[in-house]
């Protein structure tokens, strides 16, 4: 099996609005897929959507080509890890947030002991483990938010705008280690961005949403190289893109 | 009166019936505020308006309300238990549960929406979800706590009506300052409020130490 996600014929709606439109939409295992798109596009909703913290109209989800509505929400969401935009660390040590998901699934003491080190080493914030997460700056803090979410060693990691509040050099520092964390982790990532560097350096393929429908999907070069109309050329910032439709 | 075995009697009774109600208050009124401030359900904003009117009740109406459910002749006079400790913490919780139950409320609300859904991000039940907003707003729950207490430590209309100020049995150190004063005993009077105000302290200050050493870690 390719693909970790299959998504079919999802409808999710907030309020009456129709959110999300999407057709179909694979994530494969160990891809990193950026979802690009202006704001209020639909971004945010599909991750929402997929940490299962949405309900959709109507579609289905397939995890690991199986069928998942009649998996309750809490088994469901054990399988996965979200890391917001803010870093939301919770009022206690670092440490004892790394290992708050970890206690969420009932780990034995002895596996939060080796895991919970072992990560805020590789976020490099090893030092950080005994202070308070109010204590923080904000690079520190969306470090060990990521952390938090990589302890569980999830199948699917949900990132939304993770890097969008930090300063320039921060946040180039912590891409360049995610980068390299999720390659040599392999882990499944699905990264919200509106920052198209951003996603073009980390992600393996990008997918367009605008409009609250998917747009286009596809390797970044071939996104950059022809956009498949106007909309999704304006939103790449794509200033030859020539409508050959319109010429012949 | 003087420091006696009655003094004493009356102080640990005074301790029992407002600990037991505070217990009680806070067992109905934090699942109940958690509710309020977490919950979709219609009439939830009604609920809340009845619970903010609530933190307000006249202990008087409240012991009005009790003494008549609880009278020989009322729905409830079979049950016996008027000019009981039991009557009396009933009237206390029905004081200090909305206290507890609006704090609580206000307590959850303040916190940051998002927290909820990160919890649940992170593969957390309902259940750890709940207990987690709780550890977050541990520092305005205690306060809640302190408020809940502080406001049945300190009644007395409804003791009164409720416990009849019955020696040895229903009189606590609020209705024994009434009757002190009402006999002219002021000095009586004035140590019985000297040592209520040092156990409300003492109660507030174990309790605020608590609180605060939470916020400082």
Excluded: C
Excluded at chain 2, 179 to 205: M, R
């Amino acid at each position: 099996m390719k693909h970790l996600i299959e998504i079919r014929d999802l409808l999710v709606k907030r309020g009456q609005r129709p959110a999300l439109q999407l057709d179909y939409l694979t994530i494969d295992k160990g891809e990193v897929l950026a979802i690009v798109g202006p704001n209020g596009a639909g971004k945010s909703t599909l991750l929402l959507t997929l940490a299962r913290l949405l309900r959709p109209e109507h579609g289905e989800i397939l995890f690991n080509g199986q069928q998942t509505r009649s998996e309750s929400d809490t088994d469901y969401r054990r399988r996965i890890a979200l890391v917001m935009q803010d870093p939301l660390l919770f009022d206690t040590s670092v440490f004892d947030n790394l290992a708050s998901g970890l206690h969420f699934r009932g780990a034995a003491k002895d596996e939060i002991y080796q895991r919970v080190p072992f990560w805020l080493e590789r976020l490099g914030v090893a030092h950080l483990s005994k202070r308070r997460a109010g204590q923080l700056s904000g690079g520190e803090a969306q470090r060990v938010s990521l952390a938090r979410a990589l302890v569980l060693e999830p199948q699917l990691l949900l990132l939304d705008e993770p890097f969008s509040a930090l300063d320039p050099p921060t946040r180039a520092g912590l891409l360049d280690d995610l980068g390299v964390l999720l390659s040599e982790t392999e882990t499944t990532t699905v990264f919200v961005t509106h920052d198209l560097p951003e996603a073009a350096q980390v992600a393996e393929r990008m997918a367009v949403i605008s409009g609250n429908r998917l747009r286009q999907v596809g390797k970044p070069e071939d996104l950059f190289a022809s956009p498949i109309d106007q909309e999704v050329a304006q939103f790449l910032n794509h200033k030859t893109f020539v409508n050959i439709r319109t010429i012949i | 009166m003087i420091f006696d075995a009655e003094v004493f009697q009356i102080t640990i009774l005074s301790l029992q019936i407002s600990a037991l109600a505070t217990g009680l208050s806070l067992f109905i009124g934090l699942p109940f505020g958690t509710l309020l401030a977490l919950g979709k359900f219609p009439g939830r904003s009604f609920l809340m308006s009845m619970v903010n009117t609530g933190m307000g009740l006249p202990p008087v109406v409240v012991g009005l309300f009790v003494a008549m459910m609880l009278w020989r002749s009322g729905p409830l006079g079979d049950l016996r238990l008027i000019y009981t400790p039991t009557a009396i913490i009933i009237a206390q919780v029905i004081i200090s549960f909305p206290v507890v139950t609006g704090l609580t409320a206000a307590a959850l609300q303040a916190l940051d929406p998002r927290l909820r859904l990160q919890l649940y991000g992170l593969g957390a039940s309902r259940g750890q979800m709940v207990w987690s907003l709780w550890r977050e707003a541990r520092l305005p729950l205690l306060a809640a706590l302190m408020a809940g207490f502080g406001s049945v430590i300190s009644e007395v209309g409804a003791s009164m009506m409720v416990g009849g100020n019955i020696r040895y049995q229903t009189r606590v150190l609020t209705t024994a300052i009434v009757l002190e004063t009402g006999k002219g005993h002021f000095d009586t009077a004035i140590a019985l409020g000297l040592l209520l105000l040092t156990i409300t302290f003492l109660v507030n200050w174990a309790l605020t130490w608590i609180q605060q050493r939470g916020a400082r870690r």
